[in-house]
């Protein structure tokens, strides 16, 4: 039996950011029609990964529908990991995908040469999950061959309104664009959509169709979580 497929995300009041998350697990599960593949939630709703993974009666895989490490990997996911026969997965950054996506997005928004990009990100207290953010942000720097600050509207690290005022001071006439490091509309993207920029970008899912590298990477995450323990049922 191959192991169900966990797929937890953080969790929204918004109805677009939960269609948009819902239409991800749905392309995993289209994907792995031979797999249970179960939603989960870390915050605002139910269920929770542990909830699910203690009804289970086979093994599993959490993969977080998270974009880094931080206080919900150590304590939500590791809790539900640890279940006998379960294991969890990394999350879905730092990944080529995922800036590739970033890229694609920064286009869709008409972003050009002339245009000072930062990113914005939720943020974290935890320091492992700023600098997966940091790792993002270089890579999306070498990406588009400028650097590319990053500014938070959550958690520590340099406030996203500070970054935006340096931007705005260097860069004359030209226009801010943020790239919006985010996995779903909801609260953080308001906030961000709320900065003194010029243009920010759609999150990674929105109510478009799922770019197919997420859901690419899903399924890479949890197959091999499973060929690392989850069908032995080592959690």
Known sequence: MRPALVATSHGTS???????????????????????????FVDVQEPSPDAVTARLRGPAVVVPLLLAPGFHVRVDIARAASVPGASAAPTLAPDSRVVTVLVRRL???????DDVVVMASAGSSDDHARACFEEVARDLSAAIGQIVPVGYVGGTGRPLDDVVADARAGGVDRRVVVS?????PGFFHDRIAHADV?????????????????????????????????????G
Do not use: K
Request: proline share 5%.
């Open 198 to 234: 010029d243009v920010v970008t759609r999150p990674l899912l929105d109510d478009g169709p799922v770019d197919t590298r997420l859901v690419d990477l899903v399924l890479e995450r949890y197959s091999d979580a499973a060929a690392q323990g989850a069908w032995s049922g080592t």
């Open 107 to 113: 286009l869709e928004a008409g972003t050009c040469d």
């Open 14 to 40: 918004s109805p677009e950011g939960r269609r948009a998350v819902a239409a991800l697990v749905e392309a995993v599960r289209q994907r792995l029609p031979h797999v249970e593949v179960l939603d989960a």
């Open 180 to 184: 919006s490091l985010l996995m779903a």
